[in-house]
């Protein structure tokens, strides 16, 4: 913890006029025109970070959460002051939502230095707007309280429970198998996503609310609670005082997302069979902090953690259930045994401290405990080889065991582009037995490692009764989808990595066991290959386009931005 710094409020980094005092008179005379007291324009400041937009329908909670927010910050004697940022509604944007995580995560932290602020509570949800918002407020350094929108409800559907959106791609590639018909889909569509929040299950969003509960920078017990549930609004009033209570502490996020903090939340998410994604925002948050991740490291914990929450797409629960369960407080309980306990949270208390005591009622068939696990070991293991040099994820509790050990033919597509116009040929050689890999998907490729990697089945295996083949990329994969699935090749072929040189009939083995992807062909091959392919990169001429192909780093590097580190890499 620092020294308590003198709240300074709105005498916080005045505009540069070349007379303070002028500068003063200015902003509190301007602020008073809002309408504000001046004896309330004395207080301590709490930013609030707004992220409502109407093209972000996981976001729809937010204006009521703001408005709890200020409830207690207010009822703490502090100032509350919303302001907006971007918003990143994971379905509304093109190319995709990581394309812009950066640039929100710019937003946010020039917003929290540029404005006046004591603390800072950030209100997002959908996937890529908490790590923006982590990483901002971590490169900005105040006391921050995380805030999340929560989970949708499930809804009903001809006697059937469903949830966004594991249940989107079972139904869809029900559709493309030609189990359910056209206007069967468009009944399922209107069906799956009922109600404000995110997605239902265990994917990328709940993945990093639960993080964000594991790293501490969230209140306890609060990343599960849906929400429409009245306990969310709740949350976010204790968050506002949370942030007073922060500021009079001079507790920083610097003070709560350490080294350990970090480990922590890399068990949780072993643990709760979460999202791959969250392997790259993680990196890029505690990269912000100079806190680097290790690929290996992840294995060491992922050998060592069990899996123990049942949810989907791994498993058979929804999010509103794993809050009915006991929450992540609740599987944090169970993992006591390998978490660092003496972690700051934004409670003010340790991380031992809160786990003190029992979780009272847990519903085992949602959390498992320790000695009791879904899976021996961790949701995700991180692959190396020839073909991933740098690294690559596997998502092992949503995969099929009767592929983890496997030499299959590779059966290549160059780009997406290729993928979509030749999966479903009726012509296309492929067996069941094959290898699906698709290039030019990673991060520095024109499409901007889009959540591609989940390759579909092609149609004419789908229709045959395939349900899974080991399908590799440099792509990512949502956290709602599910299969033998190998992620984030690094370097990706775009940057000249060896995935780029895979040619369809190549030999490629997979051994979950060893950790290891391999491409069998011989290096002279390999070197004339080298010789003669050009990578296929984006040259944007002009905007954020050209600042991202110029700065984006690979995803073992959380595909943060070079000059956004803690410690820049390049010169
Ligand atoms: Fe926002 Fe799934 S679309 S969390």
């Known amino acids: 913890m620092n020294d308590a710094p003198k709240p300074l409020g709105l005498s916080n980094g005045l505009t540069n006029y070349g007379d303070q005092d002028f500068a003063r008179y200015l902003r509190l005379s301007m602020a008073r025109a809002m309408g504000y007291s001046s004896s309330l324009l004395q207080k ?71 404005q006046p602020m004591d603390a800072v509570v950030l209100v997002g949800g959908c996937d890529k707007t908490v790590p923006a918002q982590l990483m901002g407020a971590v490169s900005a350094g105040l006391p921050t309280v995380q805030v999340v929108t929560g989970p949708m409800m499930t809804g009903r559907w001809r006697g059937e429970r469903l949830g966004a959106c594991t249940d989107c791609r079972r139904f869809w590639a029900r559709f493309r198998a030609g189990d359910i018909d056209g206007e069967t889909i468009r009944e399922v569509e209107g069906n799956l996503a009922t109600t404000a929040g995110t997605c239902a299950v ?118 509103e259930d794993l809050y009915a369960a006991g929450g992540i407080g609740a599987v944090m309980r169970e993992l006591k045994p390998l978490l660092h306990l003496d972690c700051l949270t934004v409670s003010g208390e340790t991380l031992g401290a809160r786990l003190e005591g029992s979780s009272g009622f847990v519903d085992r068939a ?88 989940y390759i579909p089945i092609p149609q004419k295996l789908a229709q045959a009764g395939v349900k899974d083949m080991v399908r590799i990329s440099d792509a990512r994969m949502s956290g709602t989808a599910y299969g033998t699935i190998v992620l984030h090749v690094t370097p990706d072929a775009a940057s000249g990595g060896p995935l780029g040189l895979v040619r ?25 290959r080298r010789a003669t392919t050009i990578p296929i990169t984006a040259n944007p001429t002009r905007g954020y386009a050209r600042l991202y192909s110029r700065e984006v780093l690979l995803a073992d590097q959380g595909c943060d931005f070079d000059f956004l580190l803690a410690t820049p890499q390049k010169d």
């Open 44 to 114: 301590p400041v709490v930013g609030i970070a707004s992220t409502y937009s109407e093209f972000n329908n996981c976001h729809r909670g937010v204006p009521e959460l703001v408005t709890a927010v200020k409830r207690g910050v207010l009822a703490a004697g502090g100032l509350p002051l919303e302001f907006p940022t971007i918003s990143l509604g994971e379905v509304f944007l093109n190319p995709t939502s990581l394309f812009f995580r950066n640039l929100m995560s710019m937003d946010t932290e020039e917003m929290i230095k540029g």
């Open 202 to 319: 265990m994917g990328t969003a709940s993945t990093m609310a639960s993080l964000a509960e594991a790293l501490g920078i969230m209140l306890p017990g609060t990343a599960a609670i849906p929400a429409v549930h009245a306990d969310r609004i709740r949350a976010a009033e204790a968050s506002g005082a949370a942030a007073m209570e922060l500021i009079r502490a001079g507790t920083t996020i610097r003070d709560v997302i350490t080294p350990k903090s970090v480990e922590n939340a890399l068990r949780v998410l072993l643990a709760i069979g979460g999202s791959t994604n969250a392997i790259i925002h993680l990196t890029a948050i505690a990269g912000r902090a100079g806190i680097e991740i290790d690929l290996r490291r992840l294995n060491e914990l992922s050998d060592t953690t069990p899996v123990l929450v049942d949810l989907k797409p791994t498993g058979s629960f929804y999010m």
């Open 366 to 453: 949602v959390i498992r405990s320790l000695d009791n696990p879904l899976q021996p070991q961790g949701g995700l293991v991180a692959l190396f080889g020839d073909l991933a040099p740098r690294g690559a994820i596997l998502k092992r509790a949503a995969a099929d065991p009767k592929l983890f050990e496997k030499e299959g033919r590779a059966v290549v597509f160059t780009s997406l582009e290729d993928l979509s116009a030749r999966i479903d040929d009726p012509d296309l050689d492929v067996r069941a037995d094959d290898f699906l890999v698709l290039q030019n998907a990673g991060p520095l490729s024109p499409s901007g490692m889009p959540e591609a990697g």
């Open 504 to 528: 369809t009939g190549d030999r490629i083995r997979l051994s979950v066991e060893t950790r290891r992807i391999d491409l069998l062909v011989d290096e002279i091959e390999m070197a004339t």
